[in-house]
């Protein structure tokens, strides 16, 4: 509110007209800035937002941990070993099948190399074109294959020395790197192919400016003068049948199973492919503390501190209590085929060791070890529970049942959405409401000023008479004395 402190001068500066106007002005906006007013109620509301908005986030993560548990992929992990993993190391992907073979290595994959012969030390190369072409040598002797990707070709200048040329050959990226061998004799050229394997080898040719391009003069000494190693992919037998990798890779050999030649073996190794339960049962921890994370925040919203008599943000709020016995319910779910029916049947029971059908003070799941174990003796069963059989519905197992509720939650018509709407509506209409209030504290302000501006005006001609007339009454008496 602006100060007026002329107003008042008529008034005989006794009155503090500022204060007057604030008081009015206050008066009017009580019902936004008392106790439970439209200033409490907005923030209560922005705070309710904000714990629904957690609640969702958490029952998101609960929705995630569910659509694993009806994911294919978890349930077919598995686990591969290797006798020497020194010499040939294992992994396994998800869905390989339960196995053991015998790996032996006969050599390792390497990269085609070559070597120029020696120029002097910082001496310059000649003119011309260097072309690299990836490809494959095959045969004896050995012949050339160009592969699909185009020749390039690197421009070598008058006053390029080797260290030019070996710097123009790496910024062109053709496939080949390029480093300099200084000795007692001068410098030599090396090359050698990015990728390993009989396929990634490379031809270097050379257009020289001399227009000689075989001889041991200019730039084509670099080529004539070349001696190559040729590159060659890793072989191995697997349980006696040859088979070959252009890397020390061998992924496409055996389904599911990548081994790794790491040295060639004089003995063979034996890798031994099983399954992996260890992923079943993160999934099932997940879940379990994706729920007690919902189940415990809302616990925290809905308790009374009965010691400081105190109740939380959303103690009595009905809505929360229905979230939390929907999610509840739905731990209840019972497939309808199988070994296992329910969930304290692989394991997942209520925290404090309760049983089936009890339920914890807290409303908290743990993972009984000893359960889950026993149930996985068969973990074909485990499975159907939680995504149904095989070839069936996923919908039938107990993950598929209960992502579904809180995928029903999560909707755009849904719990969360519905809960979000009604509170943007609640406070569009509490901003509306102050709006209009302090639209009226603003024409209220505006009007009492024009009003004490008037009086004052008014009250300031009353005084000049007043000083006036008893100006006027001095001289009479004085007159008639």
Do not use: C, H
């Not at 006053?159 to 496939?175: F, R």
């Not at 939390?324 to 404090?352: D, E, F």
């Not at 501006?453 to 006036?468: C, E, G, I, P």
């Amino acid at each position: 509110m602006a100060s007026f402190s002329s107003i008042g001068i008529g008034l005989g500066g006794n009155v503090d007209v500022n204060a007057l106007i604030k008081a009015s002005v206050d008066a009017v906006k009580i019902p936004i800035t008392k106790t439970g007013g439209l200033q409490q109620q907005a923030a209560l509301t922005n705070s309710k937002v904000s714990a629904f908005g957690q609640f969702k986030s958490l029952v998101s993560t609960l929705a995630d941990a569910a659509g694993k548990l009806t994911s294919v992929t978890g349930w077919n992990g598995a686990k591969a070993s290797s006798s020497n993993a020194e010499a040939v190391s294992v992994s396994a992907s998800g869905g390989a099948a339960a196995t053991s073979f015998s790996v032996q290595v006969q050599s390792l994959a390497t990269a085609q190399s070559s070597m120029s012969a020696t120029i002097a030390a910082k001496q310059t190369v000649g003119a011309g074109t260097l072309s690299l072409q990836v490809g494959g040598w095959a045969g004896e002797p050995k012949a050339f294959t160009a592969g699909t990707a185009a020749a390039v070709n690197i421009e070598v200048s008058a006053t390029d020395t080797l260290a030019d040329v070996a710097s123009k050959i790496n910024g062109s990226k053709a496939g080949v790197t390029a480093t300099i061998l200084t000795d007692a004799q001068g410098e030599r050229l090396l090359l050698r192919s990015s990728a390993t394997g009989e396929e990634a080898g490379y031809q270097l040719s050379v257009q020289d400016a001399d227009g000689e391009n075989t001889d041991n003069a200019g730039l084509s000494r670099l080529v004539a003068g070349m001696s190559t190693e040729y590159a060659k992919n890793a072989s191995a037998t697997v349980n006696g049948v040859a088979v070959s990798s252009a890397t020390n890779a061998f992924s496409d050999t055996v389904a599911g199973v990548t081994f790794t030649a790491q040295k060639v073996t004089t003995e063979p190794v034996t890798i031994t492919v099983s399954k992996d339960t260890s992923a079943v049962k993160k999934n099932i921890e997940d879940f379990v503390a994706a729920y007690n994370a919902v189940n415990s925040a809302l616990n925290a919203a809905t308790k009374y501190d009965k010691e400081t008599q105190t109740s939380a943000l959303l103690q009595g709020d009905s809505t929360v209590v229905a979230l939390q016995n929907t999610l509840r319910s739905a731990l209840q779910a019972v497939t309808g085929s199988g070994a296992l029916r329910n969930l304290s049947a692989v394991g997942v029971i209520s925290a404090g060791g309760l049983g089936a059908g009890n339920v914890s003070p807290d409303g908290s799941l743990e993972l009984d070890a000893t359960k889950f174990n026993k149930a996985m003796e068969d973990p074909d069963a485990v499975k159907t529970f939680f995504r149904g059989p095989d070839g069936g519905n996923v919908a039938d197992g107990f993950a598929g049942k209960f992502k579904a509720v809180t995928d029903k939650l999560l909707a755009a018509d849904g719990f969360f959405a519905t809960k979000t709407k009604t509170y943007e509506n609640a406070l569009k209409l509490n901003a509306k409401e102050v709006e209009r209030i302090l639209d009226r504290a603003d024409r209220t302000e505006k009007s009492l000023q024009q009003r004490y501006t008037a009086l004052d005006t008014k009250m300031a001609s009353l005084n000049a008479l007043n000083a006036y007339i008893s100006q006027q009454v001095a001289t009479w008496n004085k007159s008639s004395s």
